[in-house]
């Protein structure tokens, strides 16, 4: 309605900011789920306006145009997908660097583009070529853009309904606890990219045609810094806040920039007080306003629907320790570790602390790789997997301090985790996926004494530890894996707790007939529940037997007294 | 007499919402005041209300007499009030030596080595490479050899073998011998029951037992254990 | 290799590594991802114009510079800093917007032209069998001096373990004593410092405009990604790395491919090594 109302030079000049606003709700997207900041994005609306310049240029024919333009976004889409899992490949968290990665890159880029002057003309930039479609750039071309934003906001709209939201966030949530849950997580943060930048490369090809010149500028560190800003201002959460964002900072400078000469002083001041006091942004205080008047209207709890059984492990079996050495800088954690479990049944490690315990576990889920030596489970060696694997090889984890998605509901938490070994590609993106539900785990959440309530909608860091716990247990055998492995469930959990736990566990073993591997201090619990005890000192296996004949082992009662709660 | 550490009416918790309500408890120098309860009922708040990490929204906390609720955390640690948290205890980035050496303290640690060989070990090595147990004995370690007055202790048993948690319990005992005040909140009984002069159990953020650990049975702490 | 580049590679690589020493304290310590680095390098330098307008002598640049950073840095960190640490990504963006006050406010006041400052020490020396400016030469050495004396003082001083306690664990430190505000307060008003007398002393020596800051706050970034954050060495190894390829560079082909090497090698390591050369502990 724009140019009916006010005119086609302002509609001109929106068209402009609605085409920044693009670009920034792609960092938006990236920004605020997957936690990862991309400081670069005019590298990816450099490389496409640039792109667009010359094939507009070369004078196709609108068909042959979109056909080129479609080509751009999806080798730009593959570019970045290549660049961001390559480079989170065998980390787990999101650190400064990959911001600082995409920071350097913008910059070699605007460098090349102002220096290759055959290819982009130099400094002074590509012009003189005609509009996409020789539409009208003061009248028909406002709707163009238009439409592209409205299809940007759909499509990210409905993936905030989908599954697959909620494993985006998961990663900036806790990453080592989504790999776990067997999530390759480089690969979630690639695709999250690879999204954010087809659409800045979008906006690139639509700034191309609508400004009719394309400079280094287009391309360089400036516009990136400024995207992030307009994607900071108006916030990272909600998908039409980078919009608001563009819009309305695009629009007021126009405005104000030349009449008022402390404007830019003003905006500085605004930015950084919305990143201290609002950071979600003008959209987050607009939405909260709007739940003030009309608030939100508590939704049903959908029901549940039976969740598809897991992936078959294929790899069952007892697991094995073949003269594992595990060094970390010049400290001996494992020394010549060798063992065999039983193929089913539950073993219990005990042993002093520091005796190597977790890091065994952490060798078997491959979050620490071995100095030498084989780990075996069945038939299959597993020292050289990563994290992300341990659960398709059939192994799930609970950690030593309870590990969740802390940001979120228990019912979200419980949602992700029924997905481990479970989802296809394309469950991620149906919405029933999240409505899962498995029997064991509504068996473990009927039991009446097990803290978690569905009920609660704040995120479940306001739990206490010991409830943690028990979330993290329902998590990690929502999955359903043959071997599980458990870092002292019942650590921070009064005497009922306890009992209450190690029952959960003995019924998980004996629903499922697999291996339960658990650390344990407690020798009364150590006692009821183990087939097989192993008791570990100094990185070392000191004795592997039952528990009457490792109790009275003279070596194990000179290391290890035990005792009860 | 004014008891060393002496909390009236406390009500606080995490910004607007309140976790313990109405909590008034009295530690004198050379007792240990046992503090237990079900997980969630107010224990670490307590913990972090008497050592300054959290500021209550009503009541007071003095330290022999002298108010110190409205303090921040490192003059309340002037003052004498030592602390051990639940989680995050040790400064992982730190050697073992230097988590030792940072604070202010009243002796060196080697009588501790004795009892946690571990510790002498591994002075050179960064804390965060140690194992979950051992974090929980350096740090204990350290808030035993400070110069305070006042420990408070937030589940310094989680995860330590049986041996270590008597070991703890007798440098506790020796603290407690030398003049100090202690505030133990654990939940478990064995560890508890060992040196506790005084019980406080807490139920839903409210005070349900409040006796001198003479009067009262094991049945008892029990009861408001259970589920 | 002819002595000027030689020594022109001290005067780079000894200049940069006192810019970007302010930086491994903010970010490397602190871990404030400061891009207002560069604006507090700016603001020293404008040290001689403020002192001249002023109508003071020039024997008060110094007290001028360090007065006008401190106090800068000090509001600021009161005022926003402070509510950032242990965010940070909100820290890039909150300082981001502090680079755009300060660079807006100097233009505001001295406008947007070029202003340049003498040495106080004028003609040149003969050194290595070249002539080369006096100025310099006295620079290199003090700077050289400076963080001898910078080292020596780090390994005998236990400030540098508190900060690392600080930052690794906020709470636990307040518990065993230890007064974060002021500490925070005074590293990073320490390290806005460092940067206000590194823009003073390049002053005589180039361009001052309000948008200098940026190109040495993206060296000093790349310095410490390639050195490593955290240690006075790898600050040195970062900042003769990235200063010597690209001066090298410049010298040999142009500055255009110093550049794109410098930024090259910054990405590799950033990738490979993210923890840089040297990623140690003190």
């Not at chain 1, 469950?427 to 539900?437: G, K, M």
């Not at chain 3, 003969?126 to 400076?146: F, K, S």
Request: glycine share 10%; proline share 4%; hydrophobic share 50%.
């Amino acid at each position: 309605m724009i140019p009916e109302l006010f005119g086609d030079f302002l509609a001109y000049q929106i068209g402009l900011y609605l085409i920044y606003g693009i670009a920034a709700q792609g960092i938006g997207f990236l920004w605020g789920k997957t936690g990862v900041l991309p400081l670069g994005q005019a590298l990816f609306f450099g490389i496409a306006a640039y792109l667009t310049a010359i094939t507009l240029r070369a004078g196709n024919g609108l068909v042959l145009d979109l056909f080129l333009a479609a080509a751009v976004l999806i080798a730009i889409s593959v570019f970045a997908f290549a660049l961001a899992a390559l480079i989170f490949r065998g980390r787990n968290e999101s650190g400064p660097y990959f911001s600082l990665i995409t920071l350097a890159l913008v910059m070699i880029g605007e460098q090349i583009a102002g220096t290759a002057t055959d290819l982009t003309g130099g400094f002074n930039g590509m012009s003189g070529y005609p509009s996409l479609g020789n539409i009208d750039l003061f009248d028909g071309y406002y709707y163009v853009i238009v439409a592209a934003t409205v299809v940007v906001s759909l499509l990210l709209f409905v993936l905030n309904r989908l599954p697959a939201n909620l494993v985006a966030r998961a990663v900036a949530d806790n990453e080592p606890r989504l790999q776990l849950l067997g999530f390759p997580t480089h690969v979630v943060k690639g695709a999250a990219f690879a999204l954010s930048a087809a659409i800045a490369a979008l906006a690139g090809g639509l700034f191309a045609s609508h400004q009719g010149i394309v400079t280094p500028t287009s391309m360089g560190f400036g516009l990136s810094a400024e995207l992030v800003i307009l994607t900071a201002v108006g916030g990272r959460i909600h998908v039409l806040g980078p919009l608001i964002g563009a819009v309305i900072v695009g629009w007021a400078s126009a405005e104000l920039r030349d009449s008022f000469p402390y404007w830019e002083l003003c905006m500085a001041v605004a930015f950084i007080l919305v990143v201290l006091k609002a950071p979600g942004g003008i959209a987050e205080l607009l939405e909260t306003a709007y739940r003030h008047i009309w608030p939100e209207r508590v939704g049903r709890q959908p029901g549940y629907i039976a969740a598809p059984p897991t992936k078959s492990a294929g790899l069952t079996g007892p697991l094995r320790f073949e003269d594992v050495h595990l060094k970390i800088g010049v400290v001996r954690i494992l020394n010549r570790v060798s063992f065999e479990t039983p193929a089913k049944g539950i073993v219990s490690v005990i042993g002093p602390n520091g005796a190597g315990k977790t890091s065994t576990l952490n060798t078997v889920t491959g979050n620490l790789r071995v100095t030498s030596g084989k780990i075996v489970l069945g038939e299959h060696a597993i020292d050289s997997r990563p994290p992300y694997m341990a659960l398709h090889s059939g192994i799930g984890r609970k950690l030593q301090v309870p590990s969740v998605f802390f940001s979120m509901s228990v019912s979200e938490n419980l949602a992700i985790a029924m997905m481990a070994n479970r989802a296809r590609l394309v469950d991620l993106f149906r919405p029933s996926t999240c409505q899962w539900r498995s029997r064991s785990l509504s068996g473990m959440l009927a039991h009446s004494s097990v803290p978690l309530h569905e009920g609660i909608v704040q995120p479940v860091e306001h739990l206490p530890q010991g409830h943690r716990q028990f979330l993290e247990f329902a998590m990690t055998i929502a999955a359903e894996p043959q071997v599980l492995l458990l870092d002292e469930p019942c650590a921070g959990l009064s005497s009922d707790e306890t009992a209450l736990m190690t029952n959960l566990v003995r019924e998980y073993q004996a629903d499922t007939g697999g291996l339960v591997i658990v650390i344990e201090h407690d020798m009364s619990i150590v006692e009821a529940i183990s087939d097989k005890v192993i008791v570990m000192h100094l990185g070392q296996v000191l004795a592997f037997d039952t528990f009457e004949k490792v109790r009275s082992n003279p070596d194990v009662q000179a290391v290890y007294a035990g005792g009860t709660k | 007499m004014t008891a060393l550490l002496e909390i009236d009416m406390l009500t606080g918790g995490y910004r607007d919402t309140n976790v313990l309500f109405n909590v008034s408890a009295r530690v004198d120098a050379g007792s240990v005041l046992g503090v237990f309860g079900r997980n969630g009922v107010g224990k670490t708040t307590l913990a972090r209300l008497v050592q300054g990490s959290l500021i209550a929204n009503k009541g007071d906390i003095r330290l022999e007499g002298r108010p110190v609720g409205a303090l921040p955390a490192h003059v309340r640690r002037e003052r004498g009030i030592g602390y051990m948290p639940q989680t995050s205890m040790v400064f992982d980035d730190l050697t073992v030596r230097e988590n030792l050496n940072l604070g202010r303290n009243r002796e060196a640690p080697d009588r501790y080595f004795e009892r946690f060989p571990r510790l002498a070990e591994r002075l050179d090595q960064p804390a965060g490479t140690m194992s979950g147990g051992e974090r929980k004995i350096l740090a204990f370690a350290r808030a035993m050899i400070e110069d305070t007055r006042l420990i408070v202790l937030d589940e310094p048993s989680e995860g330590v073998q049986p041996e270590n948690i008597e070991h703890m319990a007798e440098c506790l005992k020796d603290r407690a011998e030398a003049g100090a005040a202690i505030v133990l909140c654990e939940q478990n009984l064995t560890f508890l029951t060992r040196i506790s002069s005084w019980y406080l159990g807490l139920d839903a953020g409210s005070v349900v037992l409040d006796k001198p650990a003479a009067e009262v049975s094991v049945v008892e702490l029990r009861s408001i254990l259970s589920l | 290799m002819s002595p000027v580049l030689v020594l022109n590679l001290a005067w780079q690589i000894c200049t940069l590594a006192l810019v970007a020493l302010g930086l491994a304290i903010v970010f490397g310590k602190l871990r404030i991802m400061n891009m207002a680095h560069g604006e507090f390098v700016m603001i020293g330098a404008y040290a001689p114009v403020i002192t001249s307008s002023l109508g003071l002598p020039d024997w008060l640049t110094i007290p001028v510079c360090l007065l006008t950073v401190t106090f800068t840095a000090f509001v600021l960190e009161r005022l926003i800093i402070r509510h950032l640490y242990g965010r940070m990504f909100d820290s890039l963006l909150a300082t981001w917007g502090i680079a755009i006050l300060l660079r807006e406010a100097v233009e505001l006041i001295f406008g947007r032209g070029y202003q340049s400052v003498s040495p106080p020490l004028a003609g040149t020396l003969h050194v290595l069998g070249a002539d080369y400016p006096a100025y310099r030469i006295a620079v290199v050495i003090g700077i050289i001096a400076g963080f001898a004396a910078l080292y020596w003082w780090n390994t005998r001083s236990r400030v540098a373990i508190r900060i690392k306690a600080m930052v690794g664990n906020p709470e636990l430190a307040e518990a065993i004593g230890i007064n974060t505000a002021r500490l925070s307060a005074g590293a990073f008003v320490f390290g806005c410092v460092t940067a206000g007398l590194a823009g003073l002393i390049l002053a005589p020596t180039i361009r001052i405009e309000p948008m200098m800051g940026l190109d040495y706050l993206v060296r000093s970034f790349f310095a410490l990604v390639v050195g490593g954050l955290g240690s006075l060495e790898g600050l040195g190894i970062g900042a003769g790395i990235i200063a010597g390829t690209q001066s090298l560079l410049g010298a040999i082909a142009n500055q255009t491919y110093g550049y794109l090497a410098v930024l090259t090698l910054s990405i590799l390591f950033l990738w490979l090594k993210p923890d840089g050369i040297r990623s140690s502990s003190r």
